[in-house]
Nanobody
Framework: VQLQASGGGLVQAGGSLRLSCAASGLTFSTYTMGWFRQAPGKEREFVGRINWSGSSAYMPDSVKGRFTISSDNAKNTVYLQMSSLKPEDTAVYYC????????????????WGQGTQVTVSS
C-alpha cells in the first residue's frame, strides 16, 4: 500500500491550497481515507475523513467551513481543499487509510503517507 501526498507549499493567510493523496494497493471501496496534520511540538491532529465512495465525510469543528475533503475514484485520489488559511494551519499534513470505518482516532488508520508541508504566512 502506498499513499502519496502532494500539494503543500507556502501561502499567505487567507489563501487556499489543495492537497492530494494518491493511493495504490488498496481495495478502495472498503477504505476510509483521512487527513491529519502535525505542527512542531504538537500532537498529530485529525482534520477530516471520507469513505471511498464519497458518500460520507466528516470534518472537525476546527476546520469545518474552511476545509473540504473529497475523493475521485477514477484517479484513486483523495483531496483536501483548504481555504481561508490561517498561520495556525501551518503543519505537515498526512493522509491515511483505514481498512474499515474510521473517524478521528489516528490509531484506527493502517497506512500513512509521507506528509506534505503547509506553511501559512501572516
Amino acid at each position: 500500500v502506498q499513499l502519496q501526498a502532494s500539494g503543500g507549499g507556502l501561502v499567505q493567510a487567507g489563501g487556499s491550497l489543495r492537497l492530494s493523496c494518491a493511493a495504490s494497493g488498496l481495495t478502495f471501496s472498503t477504505y476510509t481515507m483521512g487527513w491529519f496534520r502535525q505542527a512542531p511540538g504538537k500532537e498529530r491532529e485529525f482534520v477530516g475523513r471520507i469513505n471511498w465512495s464519497g458518500s460520507s465525510a466528516y470534518m472537525p469543528d476546527s476546520v469545518k467551513g474552511r476545509f473540504t475533503i473529497s475523493s475521485d475514484n477514477a484517479k484513486n485520489t483523495v483531496y483536501l481543499q483548504m481555504s481561508s488559511l490561517k498561520p495556525e494551519d501551518t503543519a505537515v499534513y498526512y493522509c491515511a487509510a483505514a481498512g474499515r470505518f474510521a473517524n478521528y482516532v489516528k490509531g484506527q488508520y493502517d497506512y500513512w503517507g509521507q506528509g506534505t508541508q503547509v506553511t501559512v504566512s501572516s
